[in-house]
């Protein structure tokens, strides 16, 4: 029974912070819908904490009477399953819990009656196909382990934020990361595994076009289940050119190579759009905008001789560009800015970087 020495209600919180990822090799159709596991391995590299982020807190309280969520100030359902389903496996594992100082005492059965409050915000576009599941789920694994005392083992907690959102078990882990499809029908083994930490490769600077602000229209969950019934080029991706992706990505990334990190990387987002429009029907989730960008950065590069930036884009118009270095990045905010200035007629309404002085430096 939970105790504590006062008679007055307690309440115990944990706040966390998780920073959203960007596939360079993605995910797109599942060989198990309830479980999220992947019929490919994909790779990303995961963005600065202070940018693009989910902080949520997490709280407990004999108080509470049911369980309950507001994201971004608003009470949503908790009554999907892939919300339910993160809350058992947490509940599940979770451990003793002492708070000396506020006499609190809460045993590893407790948890299974008593309730949880999850007030989460996300300081970018939800849906906009910025990955804001991603952080999302993340963040919600991580602070409710920490609540309730689970100890992090075999990238377990990744394995339960991946029962929230695919794409979030990539974002437990900073630099990039490989999500490991895995062959077990329990799902024990499609986990992340960190490549590379954040500091290995630092000279690349990430700028995301923020095309559209948007709700998308079609949600990845529905997107992808409707490529991998529809789709043939789906499945040859997933055989045939994922797996040898993946090996060159993983040698780019140790080597720092940039050249090939960005044609495997363009080469991927190429694919996954073209894999949309072979779905029927088509889904679009680039626009004209999104097109631009891509033969500006494809016009710049093959100029330059030498692959300067690299660009991605996930269910949803933005653009992400990732340029080998800061000289190459404010380069590419100035072409920007001049090409694509933010503008009702661009359909532009901003740019995100890390590091607000590239933004000056590009006047
Ligand atoms: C295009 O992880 O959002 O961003 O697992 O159904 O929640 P669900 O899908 P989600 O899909 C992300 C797809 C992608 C590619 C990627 O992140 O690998």
Same mark, same amino acid.
């Given at each position: 029974?939970?105790?504590?020495? !006062?008679?007055?209600?307690?309440?115990?919180? %944990? @706040?966390?912070? +998780?920073?959203?990822?960007?596939?360079?090799?993605?995910?797109?159709?599942?060989?198990?819908?309830?479980?999220?596991?992947?019929?490919?391995?994909?790779? $990303? %590299?995961?963005?600065?904490?202070?940018?693009?982020?989910?902080? @949520?807190?997490?709280? %407990?309280?004999?108080?509470?009477?049911?369980?309950?969520?507001?994201?971004?100030?608003?009470? /949503?359902?908790?009554? !999907?399953?892939?919300?339910?389903?993160?809350?058992?496996?947490?509940?599940?594992?979770?451990?003793?819990?002492?708070? =000396?100082?506020?006499?609190?005492?809460?045993?590893?059965?407790?948890?299974?009656?008593?309730?949880?409050?999850?007030? $989460? &915000?996300?300081? *970018?576009? @939800? #849906?906009?196909?910025?990955?804001?599941?991603?952080?999302?789920?993340?963040?919600?694994? *991580?602070?409710?382990?920490?609540?309730?005392?689970?100890? =992090?083992?075999?990238? =377990?907690? $990744?394995?339960?934020?991946?029962?929230?959102?695919?794409?979030?078990?990539?974002?437990?882990?900073?630099?990039?990361?490989?999500?490991?499809?895995?062959?077990? #029908?329990?799902?024990?083994?499609?986990?992340? %595994?960190?490549?590379?930490?954040?500091?290995?490769?630092?000279?690349?600077?990430?700028?995301?076009?923020?095309?559209?602000?948007?709700?998308?229209?079609?949600? +990845?969950?529905? !997107?992808?289940?409707?490529?991998?019934? @529809?789709?043939?080029?789906?499945? &040859?991706? +997933?055989?045939?050119?994922?797996?040898?992706? /993946?090996?060159?990505?993983?040698?780019?990334?140790?080597?720092?190579? *940039?050249?090939?990190?960005?044609?495997?990387?363009?080469?991927?987002?190429?694919?996954?759009?073209?894999?949309?429009?072979?779905?029927?029907?088509?889904?679009?989730?680039?626009?004209?905008? $999104?097109?631009?960008? /891509?033969?500006?950065?494809?016009?710049?590069?093959?100029?330059?001789?030498?692959?300067?930036?690299?660009?991605? &884009?996930?269910?949803?118009?933005?653009?992400?560009? /990732?340029?080998?270095?800061?000289?190459?990045?404010?380069?590419?905010?100035?072409?920007?800015?001049?090409?694509?200035?933010?503008?009702?007629?661009?359909?532009?309404?901003? &740019?995100?970087? !890390?590091?607000?002085?590239?933004?000056? =430096?590009?006047?």
């Amino acid at each position: 029974m939970a105790v504590s020495k !006062g008679s007055e209600p307690w309440i115990l919180m %944990v @706040t966390a912070r +998780s920073p959203t990822n960007i596939a360079v090799i993605k995910y797109w159709g599942k060989r198990d819908e309830t479980l999220i596991l992947p019929i490919n391995d994909s790779i $990303s %590299v995961t963005l600065d904490p202070d940018h693009l982020c989910t902080t @949520t807190t997490v709280a %407990v309280s004999p108080a509470f009477d049911s369980d309950r969520m507001w994201l971004n100030g608003k009470e /949503i359902s908790l009554s !999907g399953g892939r919300y339910q389903s993160c809350l058992r496996e947490i509940r599940r594992r979770a451990g003793d819990v002492e708070d =000396e100082k506020k006499g609190i005492r809460i045993r590893k059965v407790d948890w299974e009656r008593l309730r949880v409050h999850i007030a $989460s &915000y996300n300081n *970018f576009p @939800t #849906a906009a196909g910025l990955a804001s599941s991603a952080a999302g789920f993340a963040c919600l694994a *991580f602070a409710l382990a920490k609540l309730m005392n689970i100890k =992090e083992e075999n990238g =377990e907690l $990744s394995s339960i934020a991946r029962q929230g959102s695919g794409s979030a078990c990539r974002s437990l882990y900073g630099g990039f990361v490989k999500w490991v499809m895995g062959n077990d #029908a329990s799902g024990h083994d499609s986990i992340a %595994v960190q490549l590379a930490n954040e500091s290995h490769w630092d000279d690349l600077v990430i700028i995301i076009a923020v095309v559209s602000s948007q709700q998308k229209e079609t949600s +990845s969950t529905a !997107g992808m289940r409707e490529s991998f019934d @529809t789709s043939t080029l789906l499945h &040859y991706r +997933s055989k045939v050119v994922v797996p040898r992706r /993946i090996l060159q990505m993983e040698e780019a990334i140790r080597n720092r190579d *940039f050249q090939s990190f960005a044609r495997l990387t363009c080469a991927d987002s190429n694919q996954f759009h073209a894999v949309c429009l072979d779905t029927s029907p088509p889904i679009f989730y680039m626009n004209d905008t $999104s097109r631009r960008i /891509i033969n500006c950065v494809e016009r710049w590069n093959q100029f330059e001789g030498t692959p300067q930036v690299a660009y991605t &884009y996930d269910a949803g118009p933005n653009a992400v560009l /990732i340029a080998r270095n800061r000289t190459a990045a404010s380069l590419l905010l100035k072409r920007l800015l001049f090409y694509f200035p933010p503008s009702p007629d661009t359909e532009l309404t901003s &740019y995100l970087l !890390g590091d607000k002085s590239i933004l000056e =430096e590009a006047g």
